[in-house]
């Protein structure tokens, strides 16, 4: 009944105005509160990530291989793999890799690796890439090798890993086929 009578005395849109901006003012109150516990926080969060970001460590060269993977009557392939260890938690890109092959000293094929996938974290990842010999090719720009049975192949690999260049050689053998 009390309410009743308010009502009639201030009329119902006064009470709904004031109620209105009550309320306004509660959310005003309750969102700085949230926001003042928030905003700390967010800051935490943030310098956690940068902290781990700065703590990030190298990966490490673990391993390498060279492996004729296939000899076919035109062609051979041959596999070339670097393993590196990611102590990080979280993956990181793999470094890009320059090589050059040369067979019996004589420098046949060249590139960049620039497409590997990236270096799980807290794993060992292996960053692979194909070499293609085409005989037709290699005898025509290294005629004294058609008599041979075999040849003597070596990967010279560069690549970065922060700010250190690190080059590395692996030595193998490349057989020959004849036509």
């Known amino acids: 009944m009390k309410s009743f009578v308010l009502m009639r005395k201030f009329g119902f849109l006064q009470i709904a105005i004031t109620g209105v901006a009550f309320c306004g003012l509660l959310a005003f109150a309750g969102c700085r509160t949230v926001a003042s516990v928030q905003q700390p926080l967010i800051e ?11 703590a990030a460590q190298l990966p490490q060269r673990i391993g390498a291989s060279m492996m004729v993977q296939s000899v076919e009557a035109h062609r051979a392939v041959v596999v070339v793999t670097v393993y590196f ?17 040369s067979l019996n000293r004589n420098s046949f094929i060249r590139g960049i690796v620039n497409d590997a996938s990236p270096l799980a974290g807290s794993a060992v990842t292996p960053v692979s890439f194909r070499l293609i010999v085409n005989y037709t090719d290699l005898f025509r720009s290294f005629p004294r090798l058609r008599n041979l049975n075999q040849v003597d192949g070596l990967v010279t690999l560069s690549y ?3 700010d250190e260049l690190v080059n590395l050689e692996i ?9």
Do not use: M, T
């Open 160 to 162: 970065e890993l922060g």
């Open 85 to 101: 260890d990611n102590p990080n938690l979280f993956e990181i890109p793999a470094p890009r890799i320059v090589y050059n092959y």
């Open 171 to 179: 030595a193998g053998v490349l057989p020959l086929r004849r036509f």
């Open 44 to 54: 935490q969060e943030k310098s956690a990530v940068k902290e781990e970001v700065a």
